[in-house]
């Protein structure tokens, strides 16, 4: 998981919430050029939220290609998922693109990558990105051993990435989605 060197997306699935949290660090071989990048945004109508590590270009054309798969299969992430991995992973064009995505709606948290991946997480935690060890550890741990929020859970494994990870920084963008 620590193959795309310069962020940290997690994302956590409790009870009718998930939470998709990314840092804002952009580095460019050992310097950090920007401090305030989102690398977590929704699409398809703010109904899904995607986090991106890796390759910038490569996880717009990732995110603009899963959109198109959602539009095609009415939203149905699972569909639009693996028909994205089967599609990134078989096409000589798409194979090239160097990035992994986490993709959540209301119901469904799956990483998503190109080797034709797409994972679902097994207690609702999964992360991505330079600082995913970090982050993914300290979020279980919480997850398992305490009454917190999802959020407040996010926010301090997200600070204990950005601690640890010196491709991660504390600039946090976090979005979540509530099922109705």
């Known amino acids: 998981m620590d193959k795309f060197k310069g962020t940290t997306i997690l994302s956590i699935r409790k009870d009718n919430k998930v939470v998709v949290a990314g840092d804002g660090q952009v580095t460019l071989g050992n310097s950090a050029i920007k401090k305030t990048a989102r690398k977590v945004r929704r699409i398809y109508n703010d109904k899904i939220i995607v ?54 709606d209301d119901s469904n948290t799956y990483l998503i990558s190109g080797t034709g991946d797409v994972i679902e997480p097994d207690e609702g935690v999964i992360s991505i990105g330079s600082g995913s060890i970090s982050a993914q550890s300290a979020a279980l741990a919480l997850f398992r051993n305490t009454k917190m929020d999802i959020e407040d859970i996010v926010l301090s494994a997200m600070e204990i990435a950005a601690e640890t990870c010196i491709y991660t920084n504390s600039n946090f963008t976090i979005e979540k989605i509530e099922k109705k």
């Open 51 to 104: 986090g991106f590590a890796g390759a910038t270009a490569d996880a717009f054309t990732l995110t603009e290609r899963l959109e198109g798969k959602l539009e095609q299969y009415s939203g149905n992430l699972t569909r639009a998922s693996v028909e994205l991995a089967r599609e990134w992973r078989t096409d000589k064009y798409l194979r090239q693109l160097e990035a992994m995505m986490i993709a959540a």
